[in-house]
């Protein structure tokens, strides 16, 4: 006989609904991949519950009758979909804090560069490993990934459990003639049957387009447009991240960048925008027309002085806003509650006004937003029928306690050390500090040993 529907229960726990009202004892009830079912735990229960051993008899009964394989005590504990990490160049966990307190430029052409260089898929692999582990830990159950050696990293995504949406950073080389002669079309194409390959629905092959600064003449855009309307595919691409790149372009090409990849058609596809932080009224305009999505990365935007995005005034015009982490090398960590706190904390302060995303607003952008820009619909929102991702914080940390409203304890006095538990696709993949599917020992050590290596390579020892 086939083996049953797995179920996992979640009992008399609170949840954040969509709109940011949180319900108190819920019970969420998982089968498989989807939750099924949720309902208002039954008072009699709930009242029971208030010794341990009335808990563990009401639990069991819950268990007969949903017949329940798992049932997790939610007493105490706050249920949230997971997080959307909607920019990411996960591997560069290996560069974290490598080459630090150099210009810019310095830092890109003496050290990144060079050490990207030296990288292979097997490093790749461990070191977006390393990311894996850090962003379930910090409550993100899908991410999105621009870089190279995509093969190493896609392995990771399908061994850990985690959701991404990868793609192989397109920059137009010199003497290039095309994009079906790019190393990210190769990239690009592997990632698609990769994609293919993967029946669970967690690893979406996306295009990117490194940046309007790295990338050649328009056919080249055209080119690449083209192939995302013929496979159906999103498109990722740094936009406007610093001034001097936004005001070059204006100069080179007499337009800004949004405007230049528009002319291209390349928002003619479903394409997500990191950074933004240099768009002008006329971008937005463009953005709002074709649908584009922000990645908003206030960390990595503060750390590298390129300036603070008008996040506030760009939601006002329509346009969808998720949050990123940037690559771990600028950030230095891929943690999206953190960039949840500042973005809220700059808005406030670059409108004047308090009340400026708000917790609501957050639980938004954290989450629903990062799942719709994926193309992920039935993901992102604590609902029935929708696919069993979610995390849950433990309210009786002290960082959290008194609580008054649970949104705001989350977004503002939370780290992500509260959050307690990691489900993705139904799967708990993090649980009370341990990973259930990533050898973290491994792991760490893997990374030392490729730190190691790679600066004896370039110290030419
Ligand atoms: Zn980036």
């Known amino acids: 006989m086939p083996?049953?529907?797995?179920r996992f229960l979640f009992k008399n726990i609170a949840l954040a609904k969509p709109s940011g009202a949180?319900?108190?004892?819920?019970?969420?009830?998982?089968?498989?991949?989807?939750?099924?079912?949720?309902?208002?735990s039954k008072s009699a229960e709930a009242r029971a519950a208030t010794t341990l051993s009335a808990a563990a008899a009401a639990a069991a009964a819950t268990a007969r009758s949903f017949q329940a394989t798992e049932i997790y005590d939610g007493r105490g504990k706050l249920a949230l979909p997971g997080f959307y990490n909607l920019h990411s160049h996960v591997p560069m966990t290996l560069l974290r804090g490598y080459g630090e307190g150099l210009p810019l430029k310095k830092w890109l052409f003496e050290r990144v560069f060079p050490f990207e260089a030296l990288?292979?898929?097997?490093?790749?692999?461990w070191g977006s490993l390393l990311g894996i582990a850090e962003m379930l830990a910090s409550g993100t159950v899908s991410f999105s990934d621009m870089y190279l050696l995509t093969p190493g990293i896609a392995r990771a995504v399908r061994e850990s459990g985690i959701k991404a949406n990868l793609s192989h950073g397109y920059s137009t080389a010199p003497k290039s003639k095309g994009f079906s002669d790019s190393k990210a079309y190769e990239g690009t194409r592997f990632l698609i049957d990769a994609a293919r390959a993967d029946k669970s629905g967690r690893l979406i092959a996306d295009a990117a387009v490194h940046a309007e600064y790295t990338f050649g003449e328009e056919r080249f855009g055209r080119q690449i447009a083209d192939f995302c309307r013929r496979e159906d595919l999103r498109v990722q691409i740094h936009l406007s991240e610093t001034k001097d790149e936004h005001e070059a372009c204006k100069v080179k090409r007499g337009c800004t960048p949004t405007?230049?990849?528009?002319?291209?058609?390349?928002?003619?596809t479903p394409t997500i925008a990191a950074h933004g932080v240099w768009l002008e009224d006329g971008d937005l305009d463009i953005f709002a027309a074709k649908g584009v999505s922000l990645a908003h990365c206030p960390v990595s935007n503060l750390k590298l002085a390129s300036g603070m995005a008008p996040v506030q005034k760009i939601i006002d015009r329509g346009i969808r806003v998720c949050l990123g982490t940037d690559?771990?090398?600028?950030?230095?960590?891929?943690?999206?509650?953190?960039?949840?706190?500042?973005?809220?904390?700059?808005?406030?302060?670059?409108t004047g006004d308090p009340l400026a995303l708000g917790p609501a607003k957050l639980l938004e952008l954290a989450c629903r937003n990062g799942a719709l820009?994926?193309?992920?619909?039935?993901?992102?929102a604590l609902e029935e029928g929708m696919k069993?991702?979610?995390?849950?914080?433990?309210?009786?940390s002290p960082r959290m306690q008194p609580v008054y409203d649970p949104l705001v304890s989350v977004f503002f006095a939370a780290d992500s050390r509260d959050i307690v538990l990691t489900m993705v696709d139904g799967k708990v993949l993090y649980k009370n500090g341990k990973f259930t599917t990533i050898?973290?020992?491994?792991?760490m050590a893997e990374a030392e040993r490729i730190r190691d290596e790679k600066l004896r390579r370039l110290e030419g020892k």
Not at 31 to 38: G, K, N
Not at 259 to 268: I, N, T, V
Not at 333 to 346: G, I, T
Not at 388 to 396: H, P
């Open 439 to 443: 050898d973290i020992v491994r792991v």
């Open 119 to 125: 990288l292979t898929e097997e490093d790749c692999y």
């Open 373 to 380: 820009a994926q193309g992920r619909a039935d993901c992102g």
């Open 3 to 6: 083996p049953g529907p797995k």
């Open 22 to 40: 949180v319900l108190i004892n819920q019970d969420i009830l998982v089968e498989d991949d989807r939750i099924i079912s949720i309902s208002h």
């Open 327 to 350: 690559g771990a090398a600028s950030n230095n960590n891929l943690n999206l509650l953190k960039e949840a706190n500042l973005a809220s904390l700059l808005q406030k302060s670059l």
């Open 388 to 396: 069993a991702d979610i995390i849950v914080f433990d309210l009786e």
């Open 259 to 268: 405007a230049f990849f528009d002319s291209c058609g390349l928002f003619d």
